[in-house]
């Protein structure tokens, strides 16, 4: 398999459950992105890894925990979520931060009931 | 912090006719831009970027843009489109020196009209 890959593809989930997010890299790269896309709103950058530590969190609700197990995968914990964050929750993966460009998975289609 | 503005949400073009995707930026010192494109239950591919040197920067399937200091912008062009090209595009920003974040635009819906 190549590129990026994100697993499930769609998710319909309560507000009361939990579940979880993957993404994976077989890109060698070493710093991978989480991104919520909204309908005819700017991709909102949620999280930054490099070399699998946290880089960056942009002020994202405790609701939302990744983790970074390696270079190569990276998770996104989901627990007591509301209807707004109902979205296309992206993956990415870059070598450095910059000014290389970012290759993305297919993304994860969100949605709370 | 750095942002993008794409002001149209949707731009037609007939097949054959040139496309223009147009962006405009702000950003702290000199700028890092892209494009990348998205088609439908995809993500974001890459098309092009702008880091120094040359105005004009030539990208994947015919697309190139051109990088305006003065008007802050960096529009998205293809000479002639294609139905093909029927997608979604953005454009992004990060400054050369400092934060490392790159900023997105809404995107911009292009249709090419057979």
């Known amino acids: 398999e190549t590129g990026v890959t994100q697993t499930p593809r769609h998710l319909v989930m309560g507000m009361t459950n939990k579940k979880s997010l993957k993404c994976e890299q077989h890109l060698g790269h070493n710093a991978m992105y989480w991104y919520k896309q909204s309908a005819k709103k700017p991709l909102e950058l949620m999280f930054v890894y490099n070399f699998k530590e946290q880089t960056e969190n942009n002020s994202v609700p405790s609701r939302f925990s990744p983790e970074c197990p390696n270079s190569s995968h990276l998770f996104l914990h989901l627990h007591t979520l509301q209807p707004e964050d109902s979205a296309l929750y992206l993956c990415?993966?870059?070598?450095?931060?910059?000014?290389?460009?970012?290759?993305f998975g297919p993304g994860t289609r969100l949605t709370v009931l | 912090a750095q942002s993008v503005a794409q002001p149209e949400d949707q731009v037609n073009v007939a097949e054959g006719n040139p496309l223009t995707v147009k962006c405009t930026y702000s950003v702290s010192g000199n700028p890092y831009l892209f494009w990348y494109v998205q088609y439908p239950n995809r993500g974001l591919q890459f098309l092009l970027k702008y880091i120094t040197g040359d105005n004009l920067v030539k990208g994947s399937y015919g697309f190139e843009a051109e990088f305006n200091k003065s008007q802050t912008s960096f529009h998205l062009k293809k000479p002639s489109a294609l139905v093909s090209d029927s997608a979604l595009y953005f454009c992004?920003?990060?400054?050369?020196?400092?934060?490392?974040?790159?900023?997105f635009g809404k995107g911009n819906q292009v249709v090419v009209i057979p």
């Open positions: 990415a993966s870059s070598q450095g931060q910059t000014p290389n460009e970012q290759f």
């Open positions: 992004a920003v990060r400054p050369l020196y400092g934060n490392n974040r790159l900023a």
